[in-house]
């Protein structure tokens, strides 16, 4: 059921940014994918502040959607001996990850900002 | 000891989250190393945002406005009344206590008459409140952190504010528009003194309804494990017994001009709510034993 998710009416329901952003960073940590290290991956790429809230609510939107799926893994003792919170990205997560990139590719050809950096017209 | 203070504070907040949720936010915390202030901003920023989640619904908006609004207010009444109704007592005997009295057998004899109302109204008042915070915490569970917050606020706002401005009027302008001769208030001195007025009620409201309250809230978020025919006789019994406060409430009688029916205390439906308003007495009672038959079970 969660296959068709993004699309309603032949309209596509895209993905907000900061839900992309953490598609992205769950898929390049792969099976270390966790809050805290989205968390830094996060902030190392838009290098701003990445508050847990607005991260544990998307996470939370994401799995609704069915982009995500989590669970709590094992302790460890750098934590304090608690468990965190593991994330993966399902095959549909993919697929929406993909198409916004691909719209935000498309829609920016041409703009001065993708042909000559740091000009404007 | 802020940096203490700081994670306690913490502490109390992500209470307020799931406990898988409450886990790895605070492993989240713990290994990104920042400062008390700022992992209370964090959890914080998380717990408003759960909250304001849960408020988008409609359902724990009924709730507030049907049960914990108007469970706050009655409490508020009633505690009131219970602390002016024992202000004359405890002033009698704490105020104008005369040392020659205590060989009086009249004294003790008045004494032995007078603990007993006190208590058992003390006793009710708990029961009551008890009771109320079960219900809260029964209609409200996804809500019960902020319910919790907001019925302690209404208790405060009753206590300092709405309860005796509602006894006031209650006290002077219905007698007065129903026609009731003037009849002045012969305990006039008792409340002269600000104990009795203001620091007497406040003590009521804090130890005989807001702990009690929030004791009954942890039984009632945990109402929902028992087993469904248990589950319907307490909320019978809990809606009775909210049933016998709202009649209590002076006004409640008023409203309905039923207040001089002749023998209207005396019917048996009465002495039964009466005894039925002891049910969290005899509900922790049967907890408490089936507890220890589940540990002795356990150990054996």
Same mark, same amino acid.
């Given at each position: 059921m969660t296959v068709d998710l993004y699309y309603y009416h032949n309209v596509v329901i895209m993905l907000g940014e900061f839900e992309y952003l953490i598609l992205t960073a769950a898929t390049r940590l792969g099976e270390d994918a966790y809050g805290a290290a989205i968390r830094r991956e996060v902030e190392n790429a838009t290098g701003s502040a990445c508050s847990i809230g607005a991260l544990y609510t998307t996470l939370d939107r994401l799995e609704a959607k069915g982009f995500i799926k989590t669970w709590m893994g094992d302790a460890t003792p750098q934590r304090g001996g608690r468990a965190k919170r593991m994330v993966q990205v399902t095959a549909n997560g993919v697929r929406a990850a993909t198409e916004f990139y691909a719209a935000v590719t498309q829609v920016s050809q041409g703009v001065s900002w993708t042909t000559s950096r740091g000009k404007t017209r | 000891m802020i940096t203490r203070i700081f994670w306690r504070l913490v502490d109390i907040s992500s209470g307020m989250l799931d406990s898988a949720e409450r886990e790895a936010v605070r492993g989240d915390l713990s290994e990104s190393g920042g400062t008390g202030s700022q992992a209370l901003r964090e959890v914080l920023g998380l717990v408003i945002r759960r909250q304001a989640a849960l408020w988008a619904d409609w359902r724990p908006w009924l709730s507030l406005v049907s049960v914990v609004v108007p469970l706050g207010m009655l409490l508020s009444i009633i505690s009131r009344s219970t602390a002016d109704l024992s202000s004359v007592y405890i002033w009698m005997y704490a105020d104008n206590l005369d040392w020659d009295l205590l060989v009086s057998r009249g004294f003790w004899y008045e004494f032995a008459h007078c603990i007993p109302i006190v208590f058992m109204l003390y006793l009710t008042l708990v029961c009551w409140a008890w009771t109320a915070g079960f219900v809260v915490a029964y209609v409200s569970r996804r809500v019960i952190q902020a319910n919790r917050f907001l019925f302690c606020l209404m208790l405060l706002f009753g206590v300092l504010l709405a309860a005796p401005k509602y006894l006031e009027y209650y006290g002077h302008y219905v007698p007065r528009a129903l026609g009731l001769p003037f009849v002045p208030n012969l305990n006039a001195p008792v409340f002269a003194q600000a104990f009795y007025r203001v620091i007497l009620p406040l003590i009521v409201q804090a130890v005989l309804v807001a702990a009690p309250s929030l004791w009954g809230m942890r039984w009632g978020a945990k109402a929902? !494990?028992? !087993?469904p025919l248990v589950r319907l006789i307490a909320c019978i019994v809990a809606a009775a017994t909210l049933a016998s406060m709202v009649i209590q409430e002076p006004g409640f009688w008023l409203f309905l001009r039923a207040?001089? !029916?002749?023998?209207i205390w005396q019917g048996w439906q009465m002495h039964l709510l009466q005894f039925v308003v002891y049910w969290p007495v005899m509900y922790l009672v049967a907890a408490a034993i089936r507890r220890r038959r589940y540990r002795k079970a356990v150990l054996a």
């Open positions: - | 929902t !494990r028992l !087993r207040y001089w !029916r002749p023998g």
